[in-house]
């Protein structure tokens, strides 16, 4: 899939467009994955979907993220996803997320974990577990 465009800004799949750099500098300031290293990351990086929203205007810096592990066809996890707050506002992360979902087809079950970014993640078809009593998750520690 090519880079798609919204206003300024490129959505791209080209795991070459990724800047480390920029995704380890958030991701490791962030609630959830606080202290992860440029390693860690690439290795996650490799093992899923990835998508970079680019500075179109610009000198195509990055200015957003987000990752999906998927079998496309049964489920999805989406994780790590950030806008850097100077472009926030403006529905970059919505967007960047309809074409994360549009390019996962008829997958059966897409889910996530958010603290607080629920309006967000509602605007693009997401709801609270319907039944949490029928999910389970093993945690590392
Ligand atoms: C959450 C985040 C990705 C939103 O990026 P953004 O580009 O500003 O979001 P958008 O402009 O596309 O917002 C679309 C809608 O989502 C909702 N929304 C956006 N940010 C939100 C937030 N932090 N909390 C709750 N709802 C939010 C709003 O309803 C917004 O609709 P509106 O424009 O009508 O107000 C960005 O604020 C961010 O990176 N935050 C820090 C990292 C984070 O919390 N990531 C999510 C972890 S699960």
Known sequence: VSARRFGDYLVSTDPGDIDL???????????????????????ANA????????????????????????DDTTFAYVADVFVLPAHR?????????RCLLDDLGPVT???????????????VGFVPLVAPERWMERPSH
């Open 21 to 43: 750099d920029v995704v380890v500098d958030f991701l490791s300031n962030s609630y959830w994955a606080e202290g992860r290293d440029h390693a860690t990351q690439a290795r």
């Open 47 to 70: 093992a899923s979907r990835c998508y970079s929203v680019l500075d179109g205007a610009g000198d195509r810096a990055q200015v957003g993220f987000s990752r999906v592990v998927t």
């Open 89 to 97: 506002g403006r529905g970059v992360a919505a967007f960047m997320l």
């Open 109 to 123: 079950r897409t889910m996530l974990g958010t603290r607080d970014a629920h309006a967000l993640y509602e605007s």
